[in-house]
């Protein structure tokens, strides 16, 4: 089966399914679906790959505005990052679903068969364990309790398969925002500060630094909680 029989097939039985929920879609190395209300974007992602026969995908990421916008004040041109979420699209997403299990990664996708049974797997992902997670983790102090949980067990936040944030370097810089957003008492605040300034100053991050200078001090000083733990 070639690519674009692939993608046409997957995405006339995805297509009906999230645009009656509203998503709009963006066409960037395949197709993105995205759904921004009350200040959260949930966003789902598909591609079809030229060389292979499997269909990428990941599971559901949540932007939340009231962090993605304060990491903004952060940037300028020489960020290494695209901070851009309001020109229409979503290009940064605040948590992600790392834990889920790709079924459908590596398996071939050739029939039409093979699509279906994708397609029922995929919507049946979206509107059930994917709904769970968006529901649980567009509330800002779940996302914390998670980042602690982590941190108790040894992982940094963005810890591949297991974590919650999203992003690499940035996701200290998210763990931080959320925590003074959320009200995070001073010395669970100050412990997390700890934890981020050993990855950022092992000599490694040099070009985060003034950033996370910054961060530090103008930008986490500013922010007013906006949850009671």
Not at 65 to 90: K, M, N, S
Not at 123 to 137: K, M, T
Not at 156 to 174: M, S, V
Request: hydrophobic fraction near 35%; include cysteine.
């Amino acid at each position: 089966m070639e690519r674009a029989e692939r993608q046409r097939l997957t995405l006339e039985r995805i297509d009906p399914v999230l645009k009656a929920k509203g998503y709009k879609t963006r066409k960037a190395d395949g197709m993105w679906y995205y759904l921004h209300q009350d200040g959260i974007t949930v966003t789902w992602s598909l591609s079809f790959l030229k060389k292979y026969s499997f269909i990428d995908f990941r599971g559901a990421s949540i932007t939340h505005d009231e962090v993605e916008l304060l990491l903004q004040r952060v940037a300028d041109e020489d960020y290494p990052f695209p901070w851009d979420i309001h020109r229409g699209t979503i290009l940064t997403s605040t948590v992600s679903h790392h834990s889920f299990i790709r079924k459908y990664h590596l398996v071939a996708i050739d029939t039409e068969e093979e699509v279906e049974e994708f397609c029922d797997w995929y919507l049946g992902y979206i509107n059930g364990e994917g709904a769970d997670f968006v529901r649980h983790y567009s509330y800002l102090p779940n996302v914390l309790k998670r980042m602690d949980e982590l941190a108790e067990a040894g992982l940094t936040w963005q810890y591949p398969h297991k974590g919650i944030l999203e992003g690499n370097t940035d996701a200290f810089f998210r763990g931080l925002i959320i925590s003074k957003l959320c009200n995070d008492p001073l010395s669970n605040f100050e412990t997390k500060v700890k934890f981020c300034d050993k990855w950022l100053y092992n000599g490694r991050n040099d070009k985060w630094l003034p950033y996370y200078e910054k961060l530090k001090a103008e930008v986490l000083p500013s922010i007013e909680p906006k949850y009671n733990i």
